[in-house]
């Protein structure tokens, strides 16, 4: 059963393949030209909802699993921002670099060097049986000063609840093992084994 992750972000597509290494998954991009997808809903789940079902269409595909991640990281001392926005949240067309840039800075100037903060990931799939999607969380904490380099995104300021280093100095087994992502995964695995026993 052919999997196709809608996805352009290379550190999640190295995730996921990681995640479900037994299996054949393919990111869209491999398939076909990649294109741009408006993700105008309010939640982690309908963006992730639109993602998955526009890959579904342009696919062409109606045998394929199109999975979909929408993620983001919310800090307490920012409201839960950035939340949905987390990818724009320097402005369209920013680096995770930017991104991470901007997210010390908010921390700092609300007059804090760290806060409480969690990771979302909602996991939509889409196939001709039909959509759903799971989620998973990772709690923790940012820190205003970024440390190592694995991981993408957010991860260097990003410390599990439970350790005292970043998701930037853990090693990325680790990281594969408590992650919103790899949370999310486990529950949309027991999905699409229903998928492929259901087409027998
Ligand atoms: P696609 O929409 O193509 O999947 P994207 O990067 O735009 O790629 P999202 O809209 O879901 O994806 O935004 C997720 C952002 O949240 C991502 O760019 C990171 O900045 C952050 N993020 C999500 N999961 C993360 C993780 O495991 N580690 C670090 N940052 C993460």
Redesign the pocket.
């Known amino acids: 059963m052919k999997i196709v992750?809608?996805?352009?972000?290379k550190?999640?597509v190295r995730?996921i393949k990681e995640l479900l290494h037994d299996r054949e998954v393919f990111a869209y991009t491999d398939l076909m030209e990649g294109f741009e997808?408006v993700?105008d809903g309010d939640t982690?789940k309908e963006?992730?909802l639109i993602?998955a079902r526009a890959v579904y269409r342009a696919l062409g595909d109606e045998n394929a699993v199109v999975i979909?991640?929408?993620?983001?990281?919310s800090v307490d001392v920012l409201d839960g921002a950035?939340g949905?926005?987390?990818?724009?949240?320097a402005g369209e067309g920013c680096s995770?670099k930017d991104?991470?840039n901007k997210l010390t800075e908010a921390v700092e100037s609300a007059g804090f060097e760290s806060s409480p903060a969690h990771?979302?990931?909602?996991i939509a799939i889409v196939s001709k049986e039909g959509e759903s999607c799971v989620h998973g969380w990772?709690h923790g904490e940012v820190s205003v000063v970024p440390r190592g380099e694995n991981?993408?995104?957010?991860?260097p300021v990003?410390t599990p609840k439970g350790y005292t280093q970043t998701?930037g100095e853990l090693d990325r087994e680790l990281?594969a093992e408590i992650?919103?992502?790899s949370k999310g995964l486990h529950l949309a695995k027991i999905l699409i084994d229903q998928i492929k026993t259901q087409r027998g």
């Not at 979909?68 to 990281?73: E, L, R, T």
């Not at 991981?151 to 991860?155: C, I, K, P, R, V």
């Open positions: 992750l809608a996805t352009s972000n550190g999640k995730e997808i993700e982690f963006n992730a993602k979909a991640d929408d993620s983001g990281i950035p949905i926005y987390s990818a724009r949240y995770d991104n991470l990771y979302t990931a909602a990772m991981g993408f995104g957010y991860d990003f998701l990281k992650s919103h992502r």
